[in-house]
Nanobody, 115 residues
Framework: QVQLVESGGGLVQPGGSLTLACAAS????????MGWYRQAPGKEREVVAY???????YYTDSVKGRFTISRDNAKNTVSLQMNSLKPEDAAVYYC?????????WGQGTQVTVSS
């Protein structure tokens, strides 16, 4: 049974920081491309960042220089360090694991950016 469990969401003031974590089980984690997506109310889910099995990273333009994705294959975890948060970063953040046709999602964690 595959599980992706996110943690670390919460309320933060603009300019603040949060670190999201995703713990994976039931997959050969090191082979998967792991990513973070987000969905704000009334908007489509969008990719935030992902990291390949070899460690190559991708960031959507709006988070470049502020967010950092990393993975720990020994612990089967992927993290998203989010700095300089803006109100427009508020959303439900989802962890994703992808390998060929296999595509798994976590349940999501809420990030609220507000003063």
């Amino acid at each position: 049974q595959v599980q992706l469990v996110e943690s670390g969401g919460g309320l933060v003031q603009p300019g603040g920081s949060l670190t999201l974590a995703c713990a994976a089980s039931g997959i050969i984690f090191s082979r998967y491309r792991m990513g973070w997506y987000r969905q704000a109310p009334g908007k489509e889910r969008e990719v935030v960042a992902y990291i390949s099995s070899s460690g190559i990273t991708y960031y959507t333009d709006s988070v470049k220089g502020r967010f950092t994705i990393s993975r720990d294959n020994a612990k089967n975890t992927v993290s998203l360090q989010m700095n300089s948060l803006k109100p427009e970063d508020a959303a439900v953040y989802y962890c994703n694991g992808r390998l060929f046709i296999a595509d798994y999602w976590g349940q999501g964690t809420q990030v609220t950016v507000s003063s």
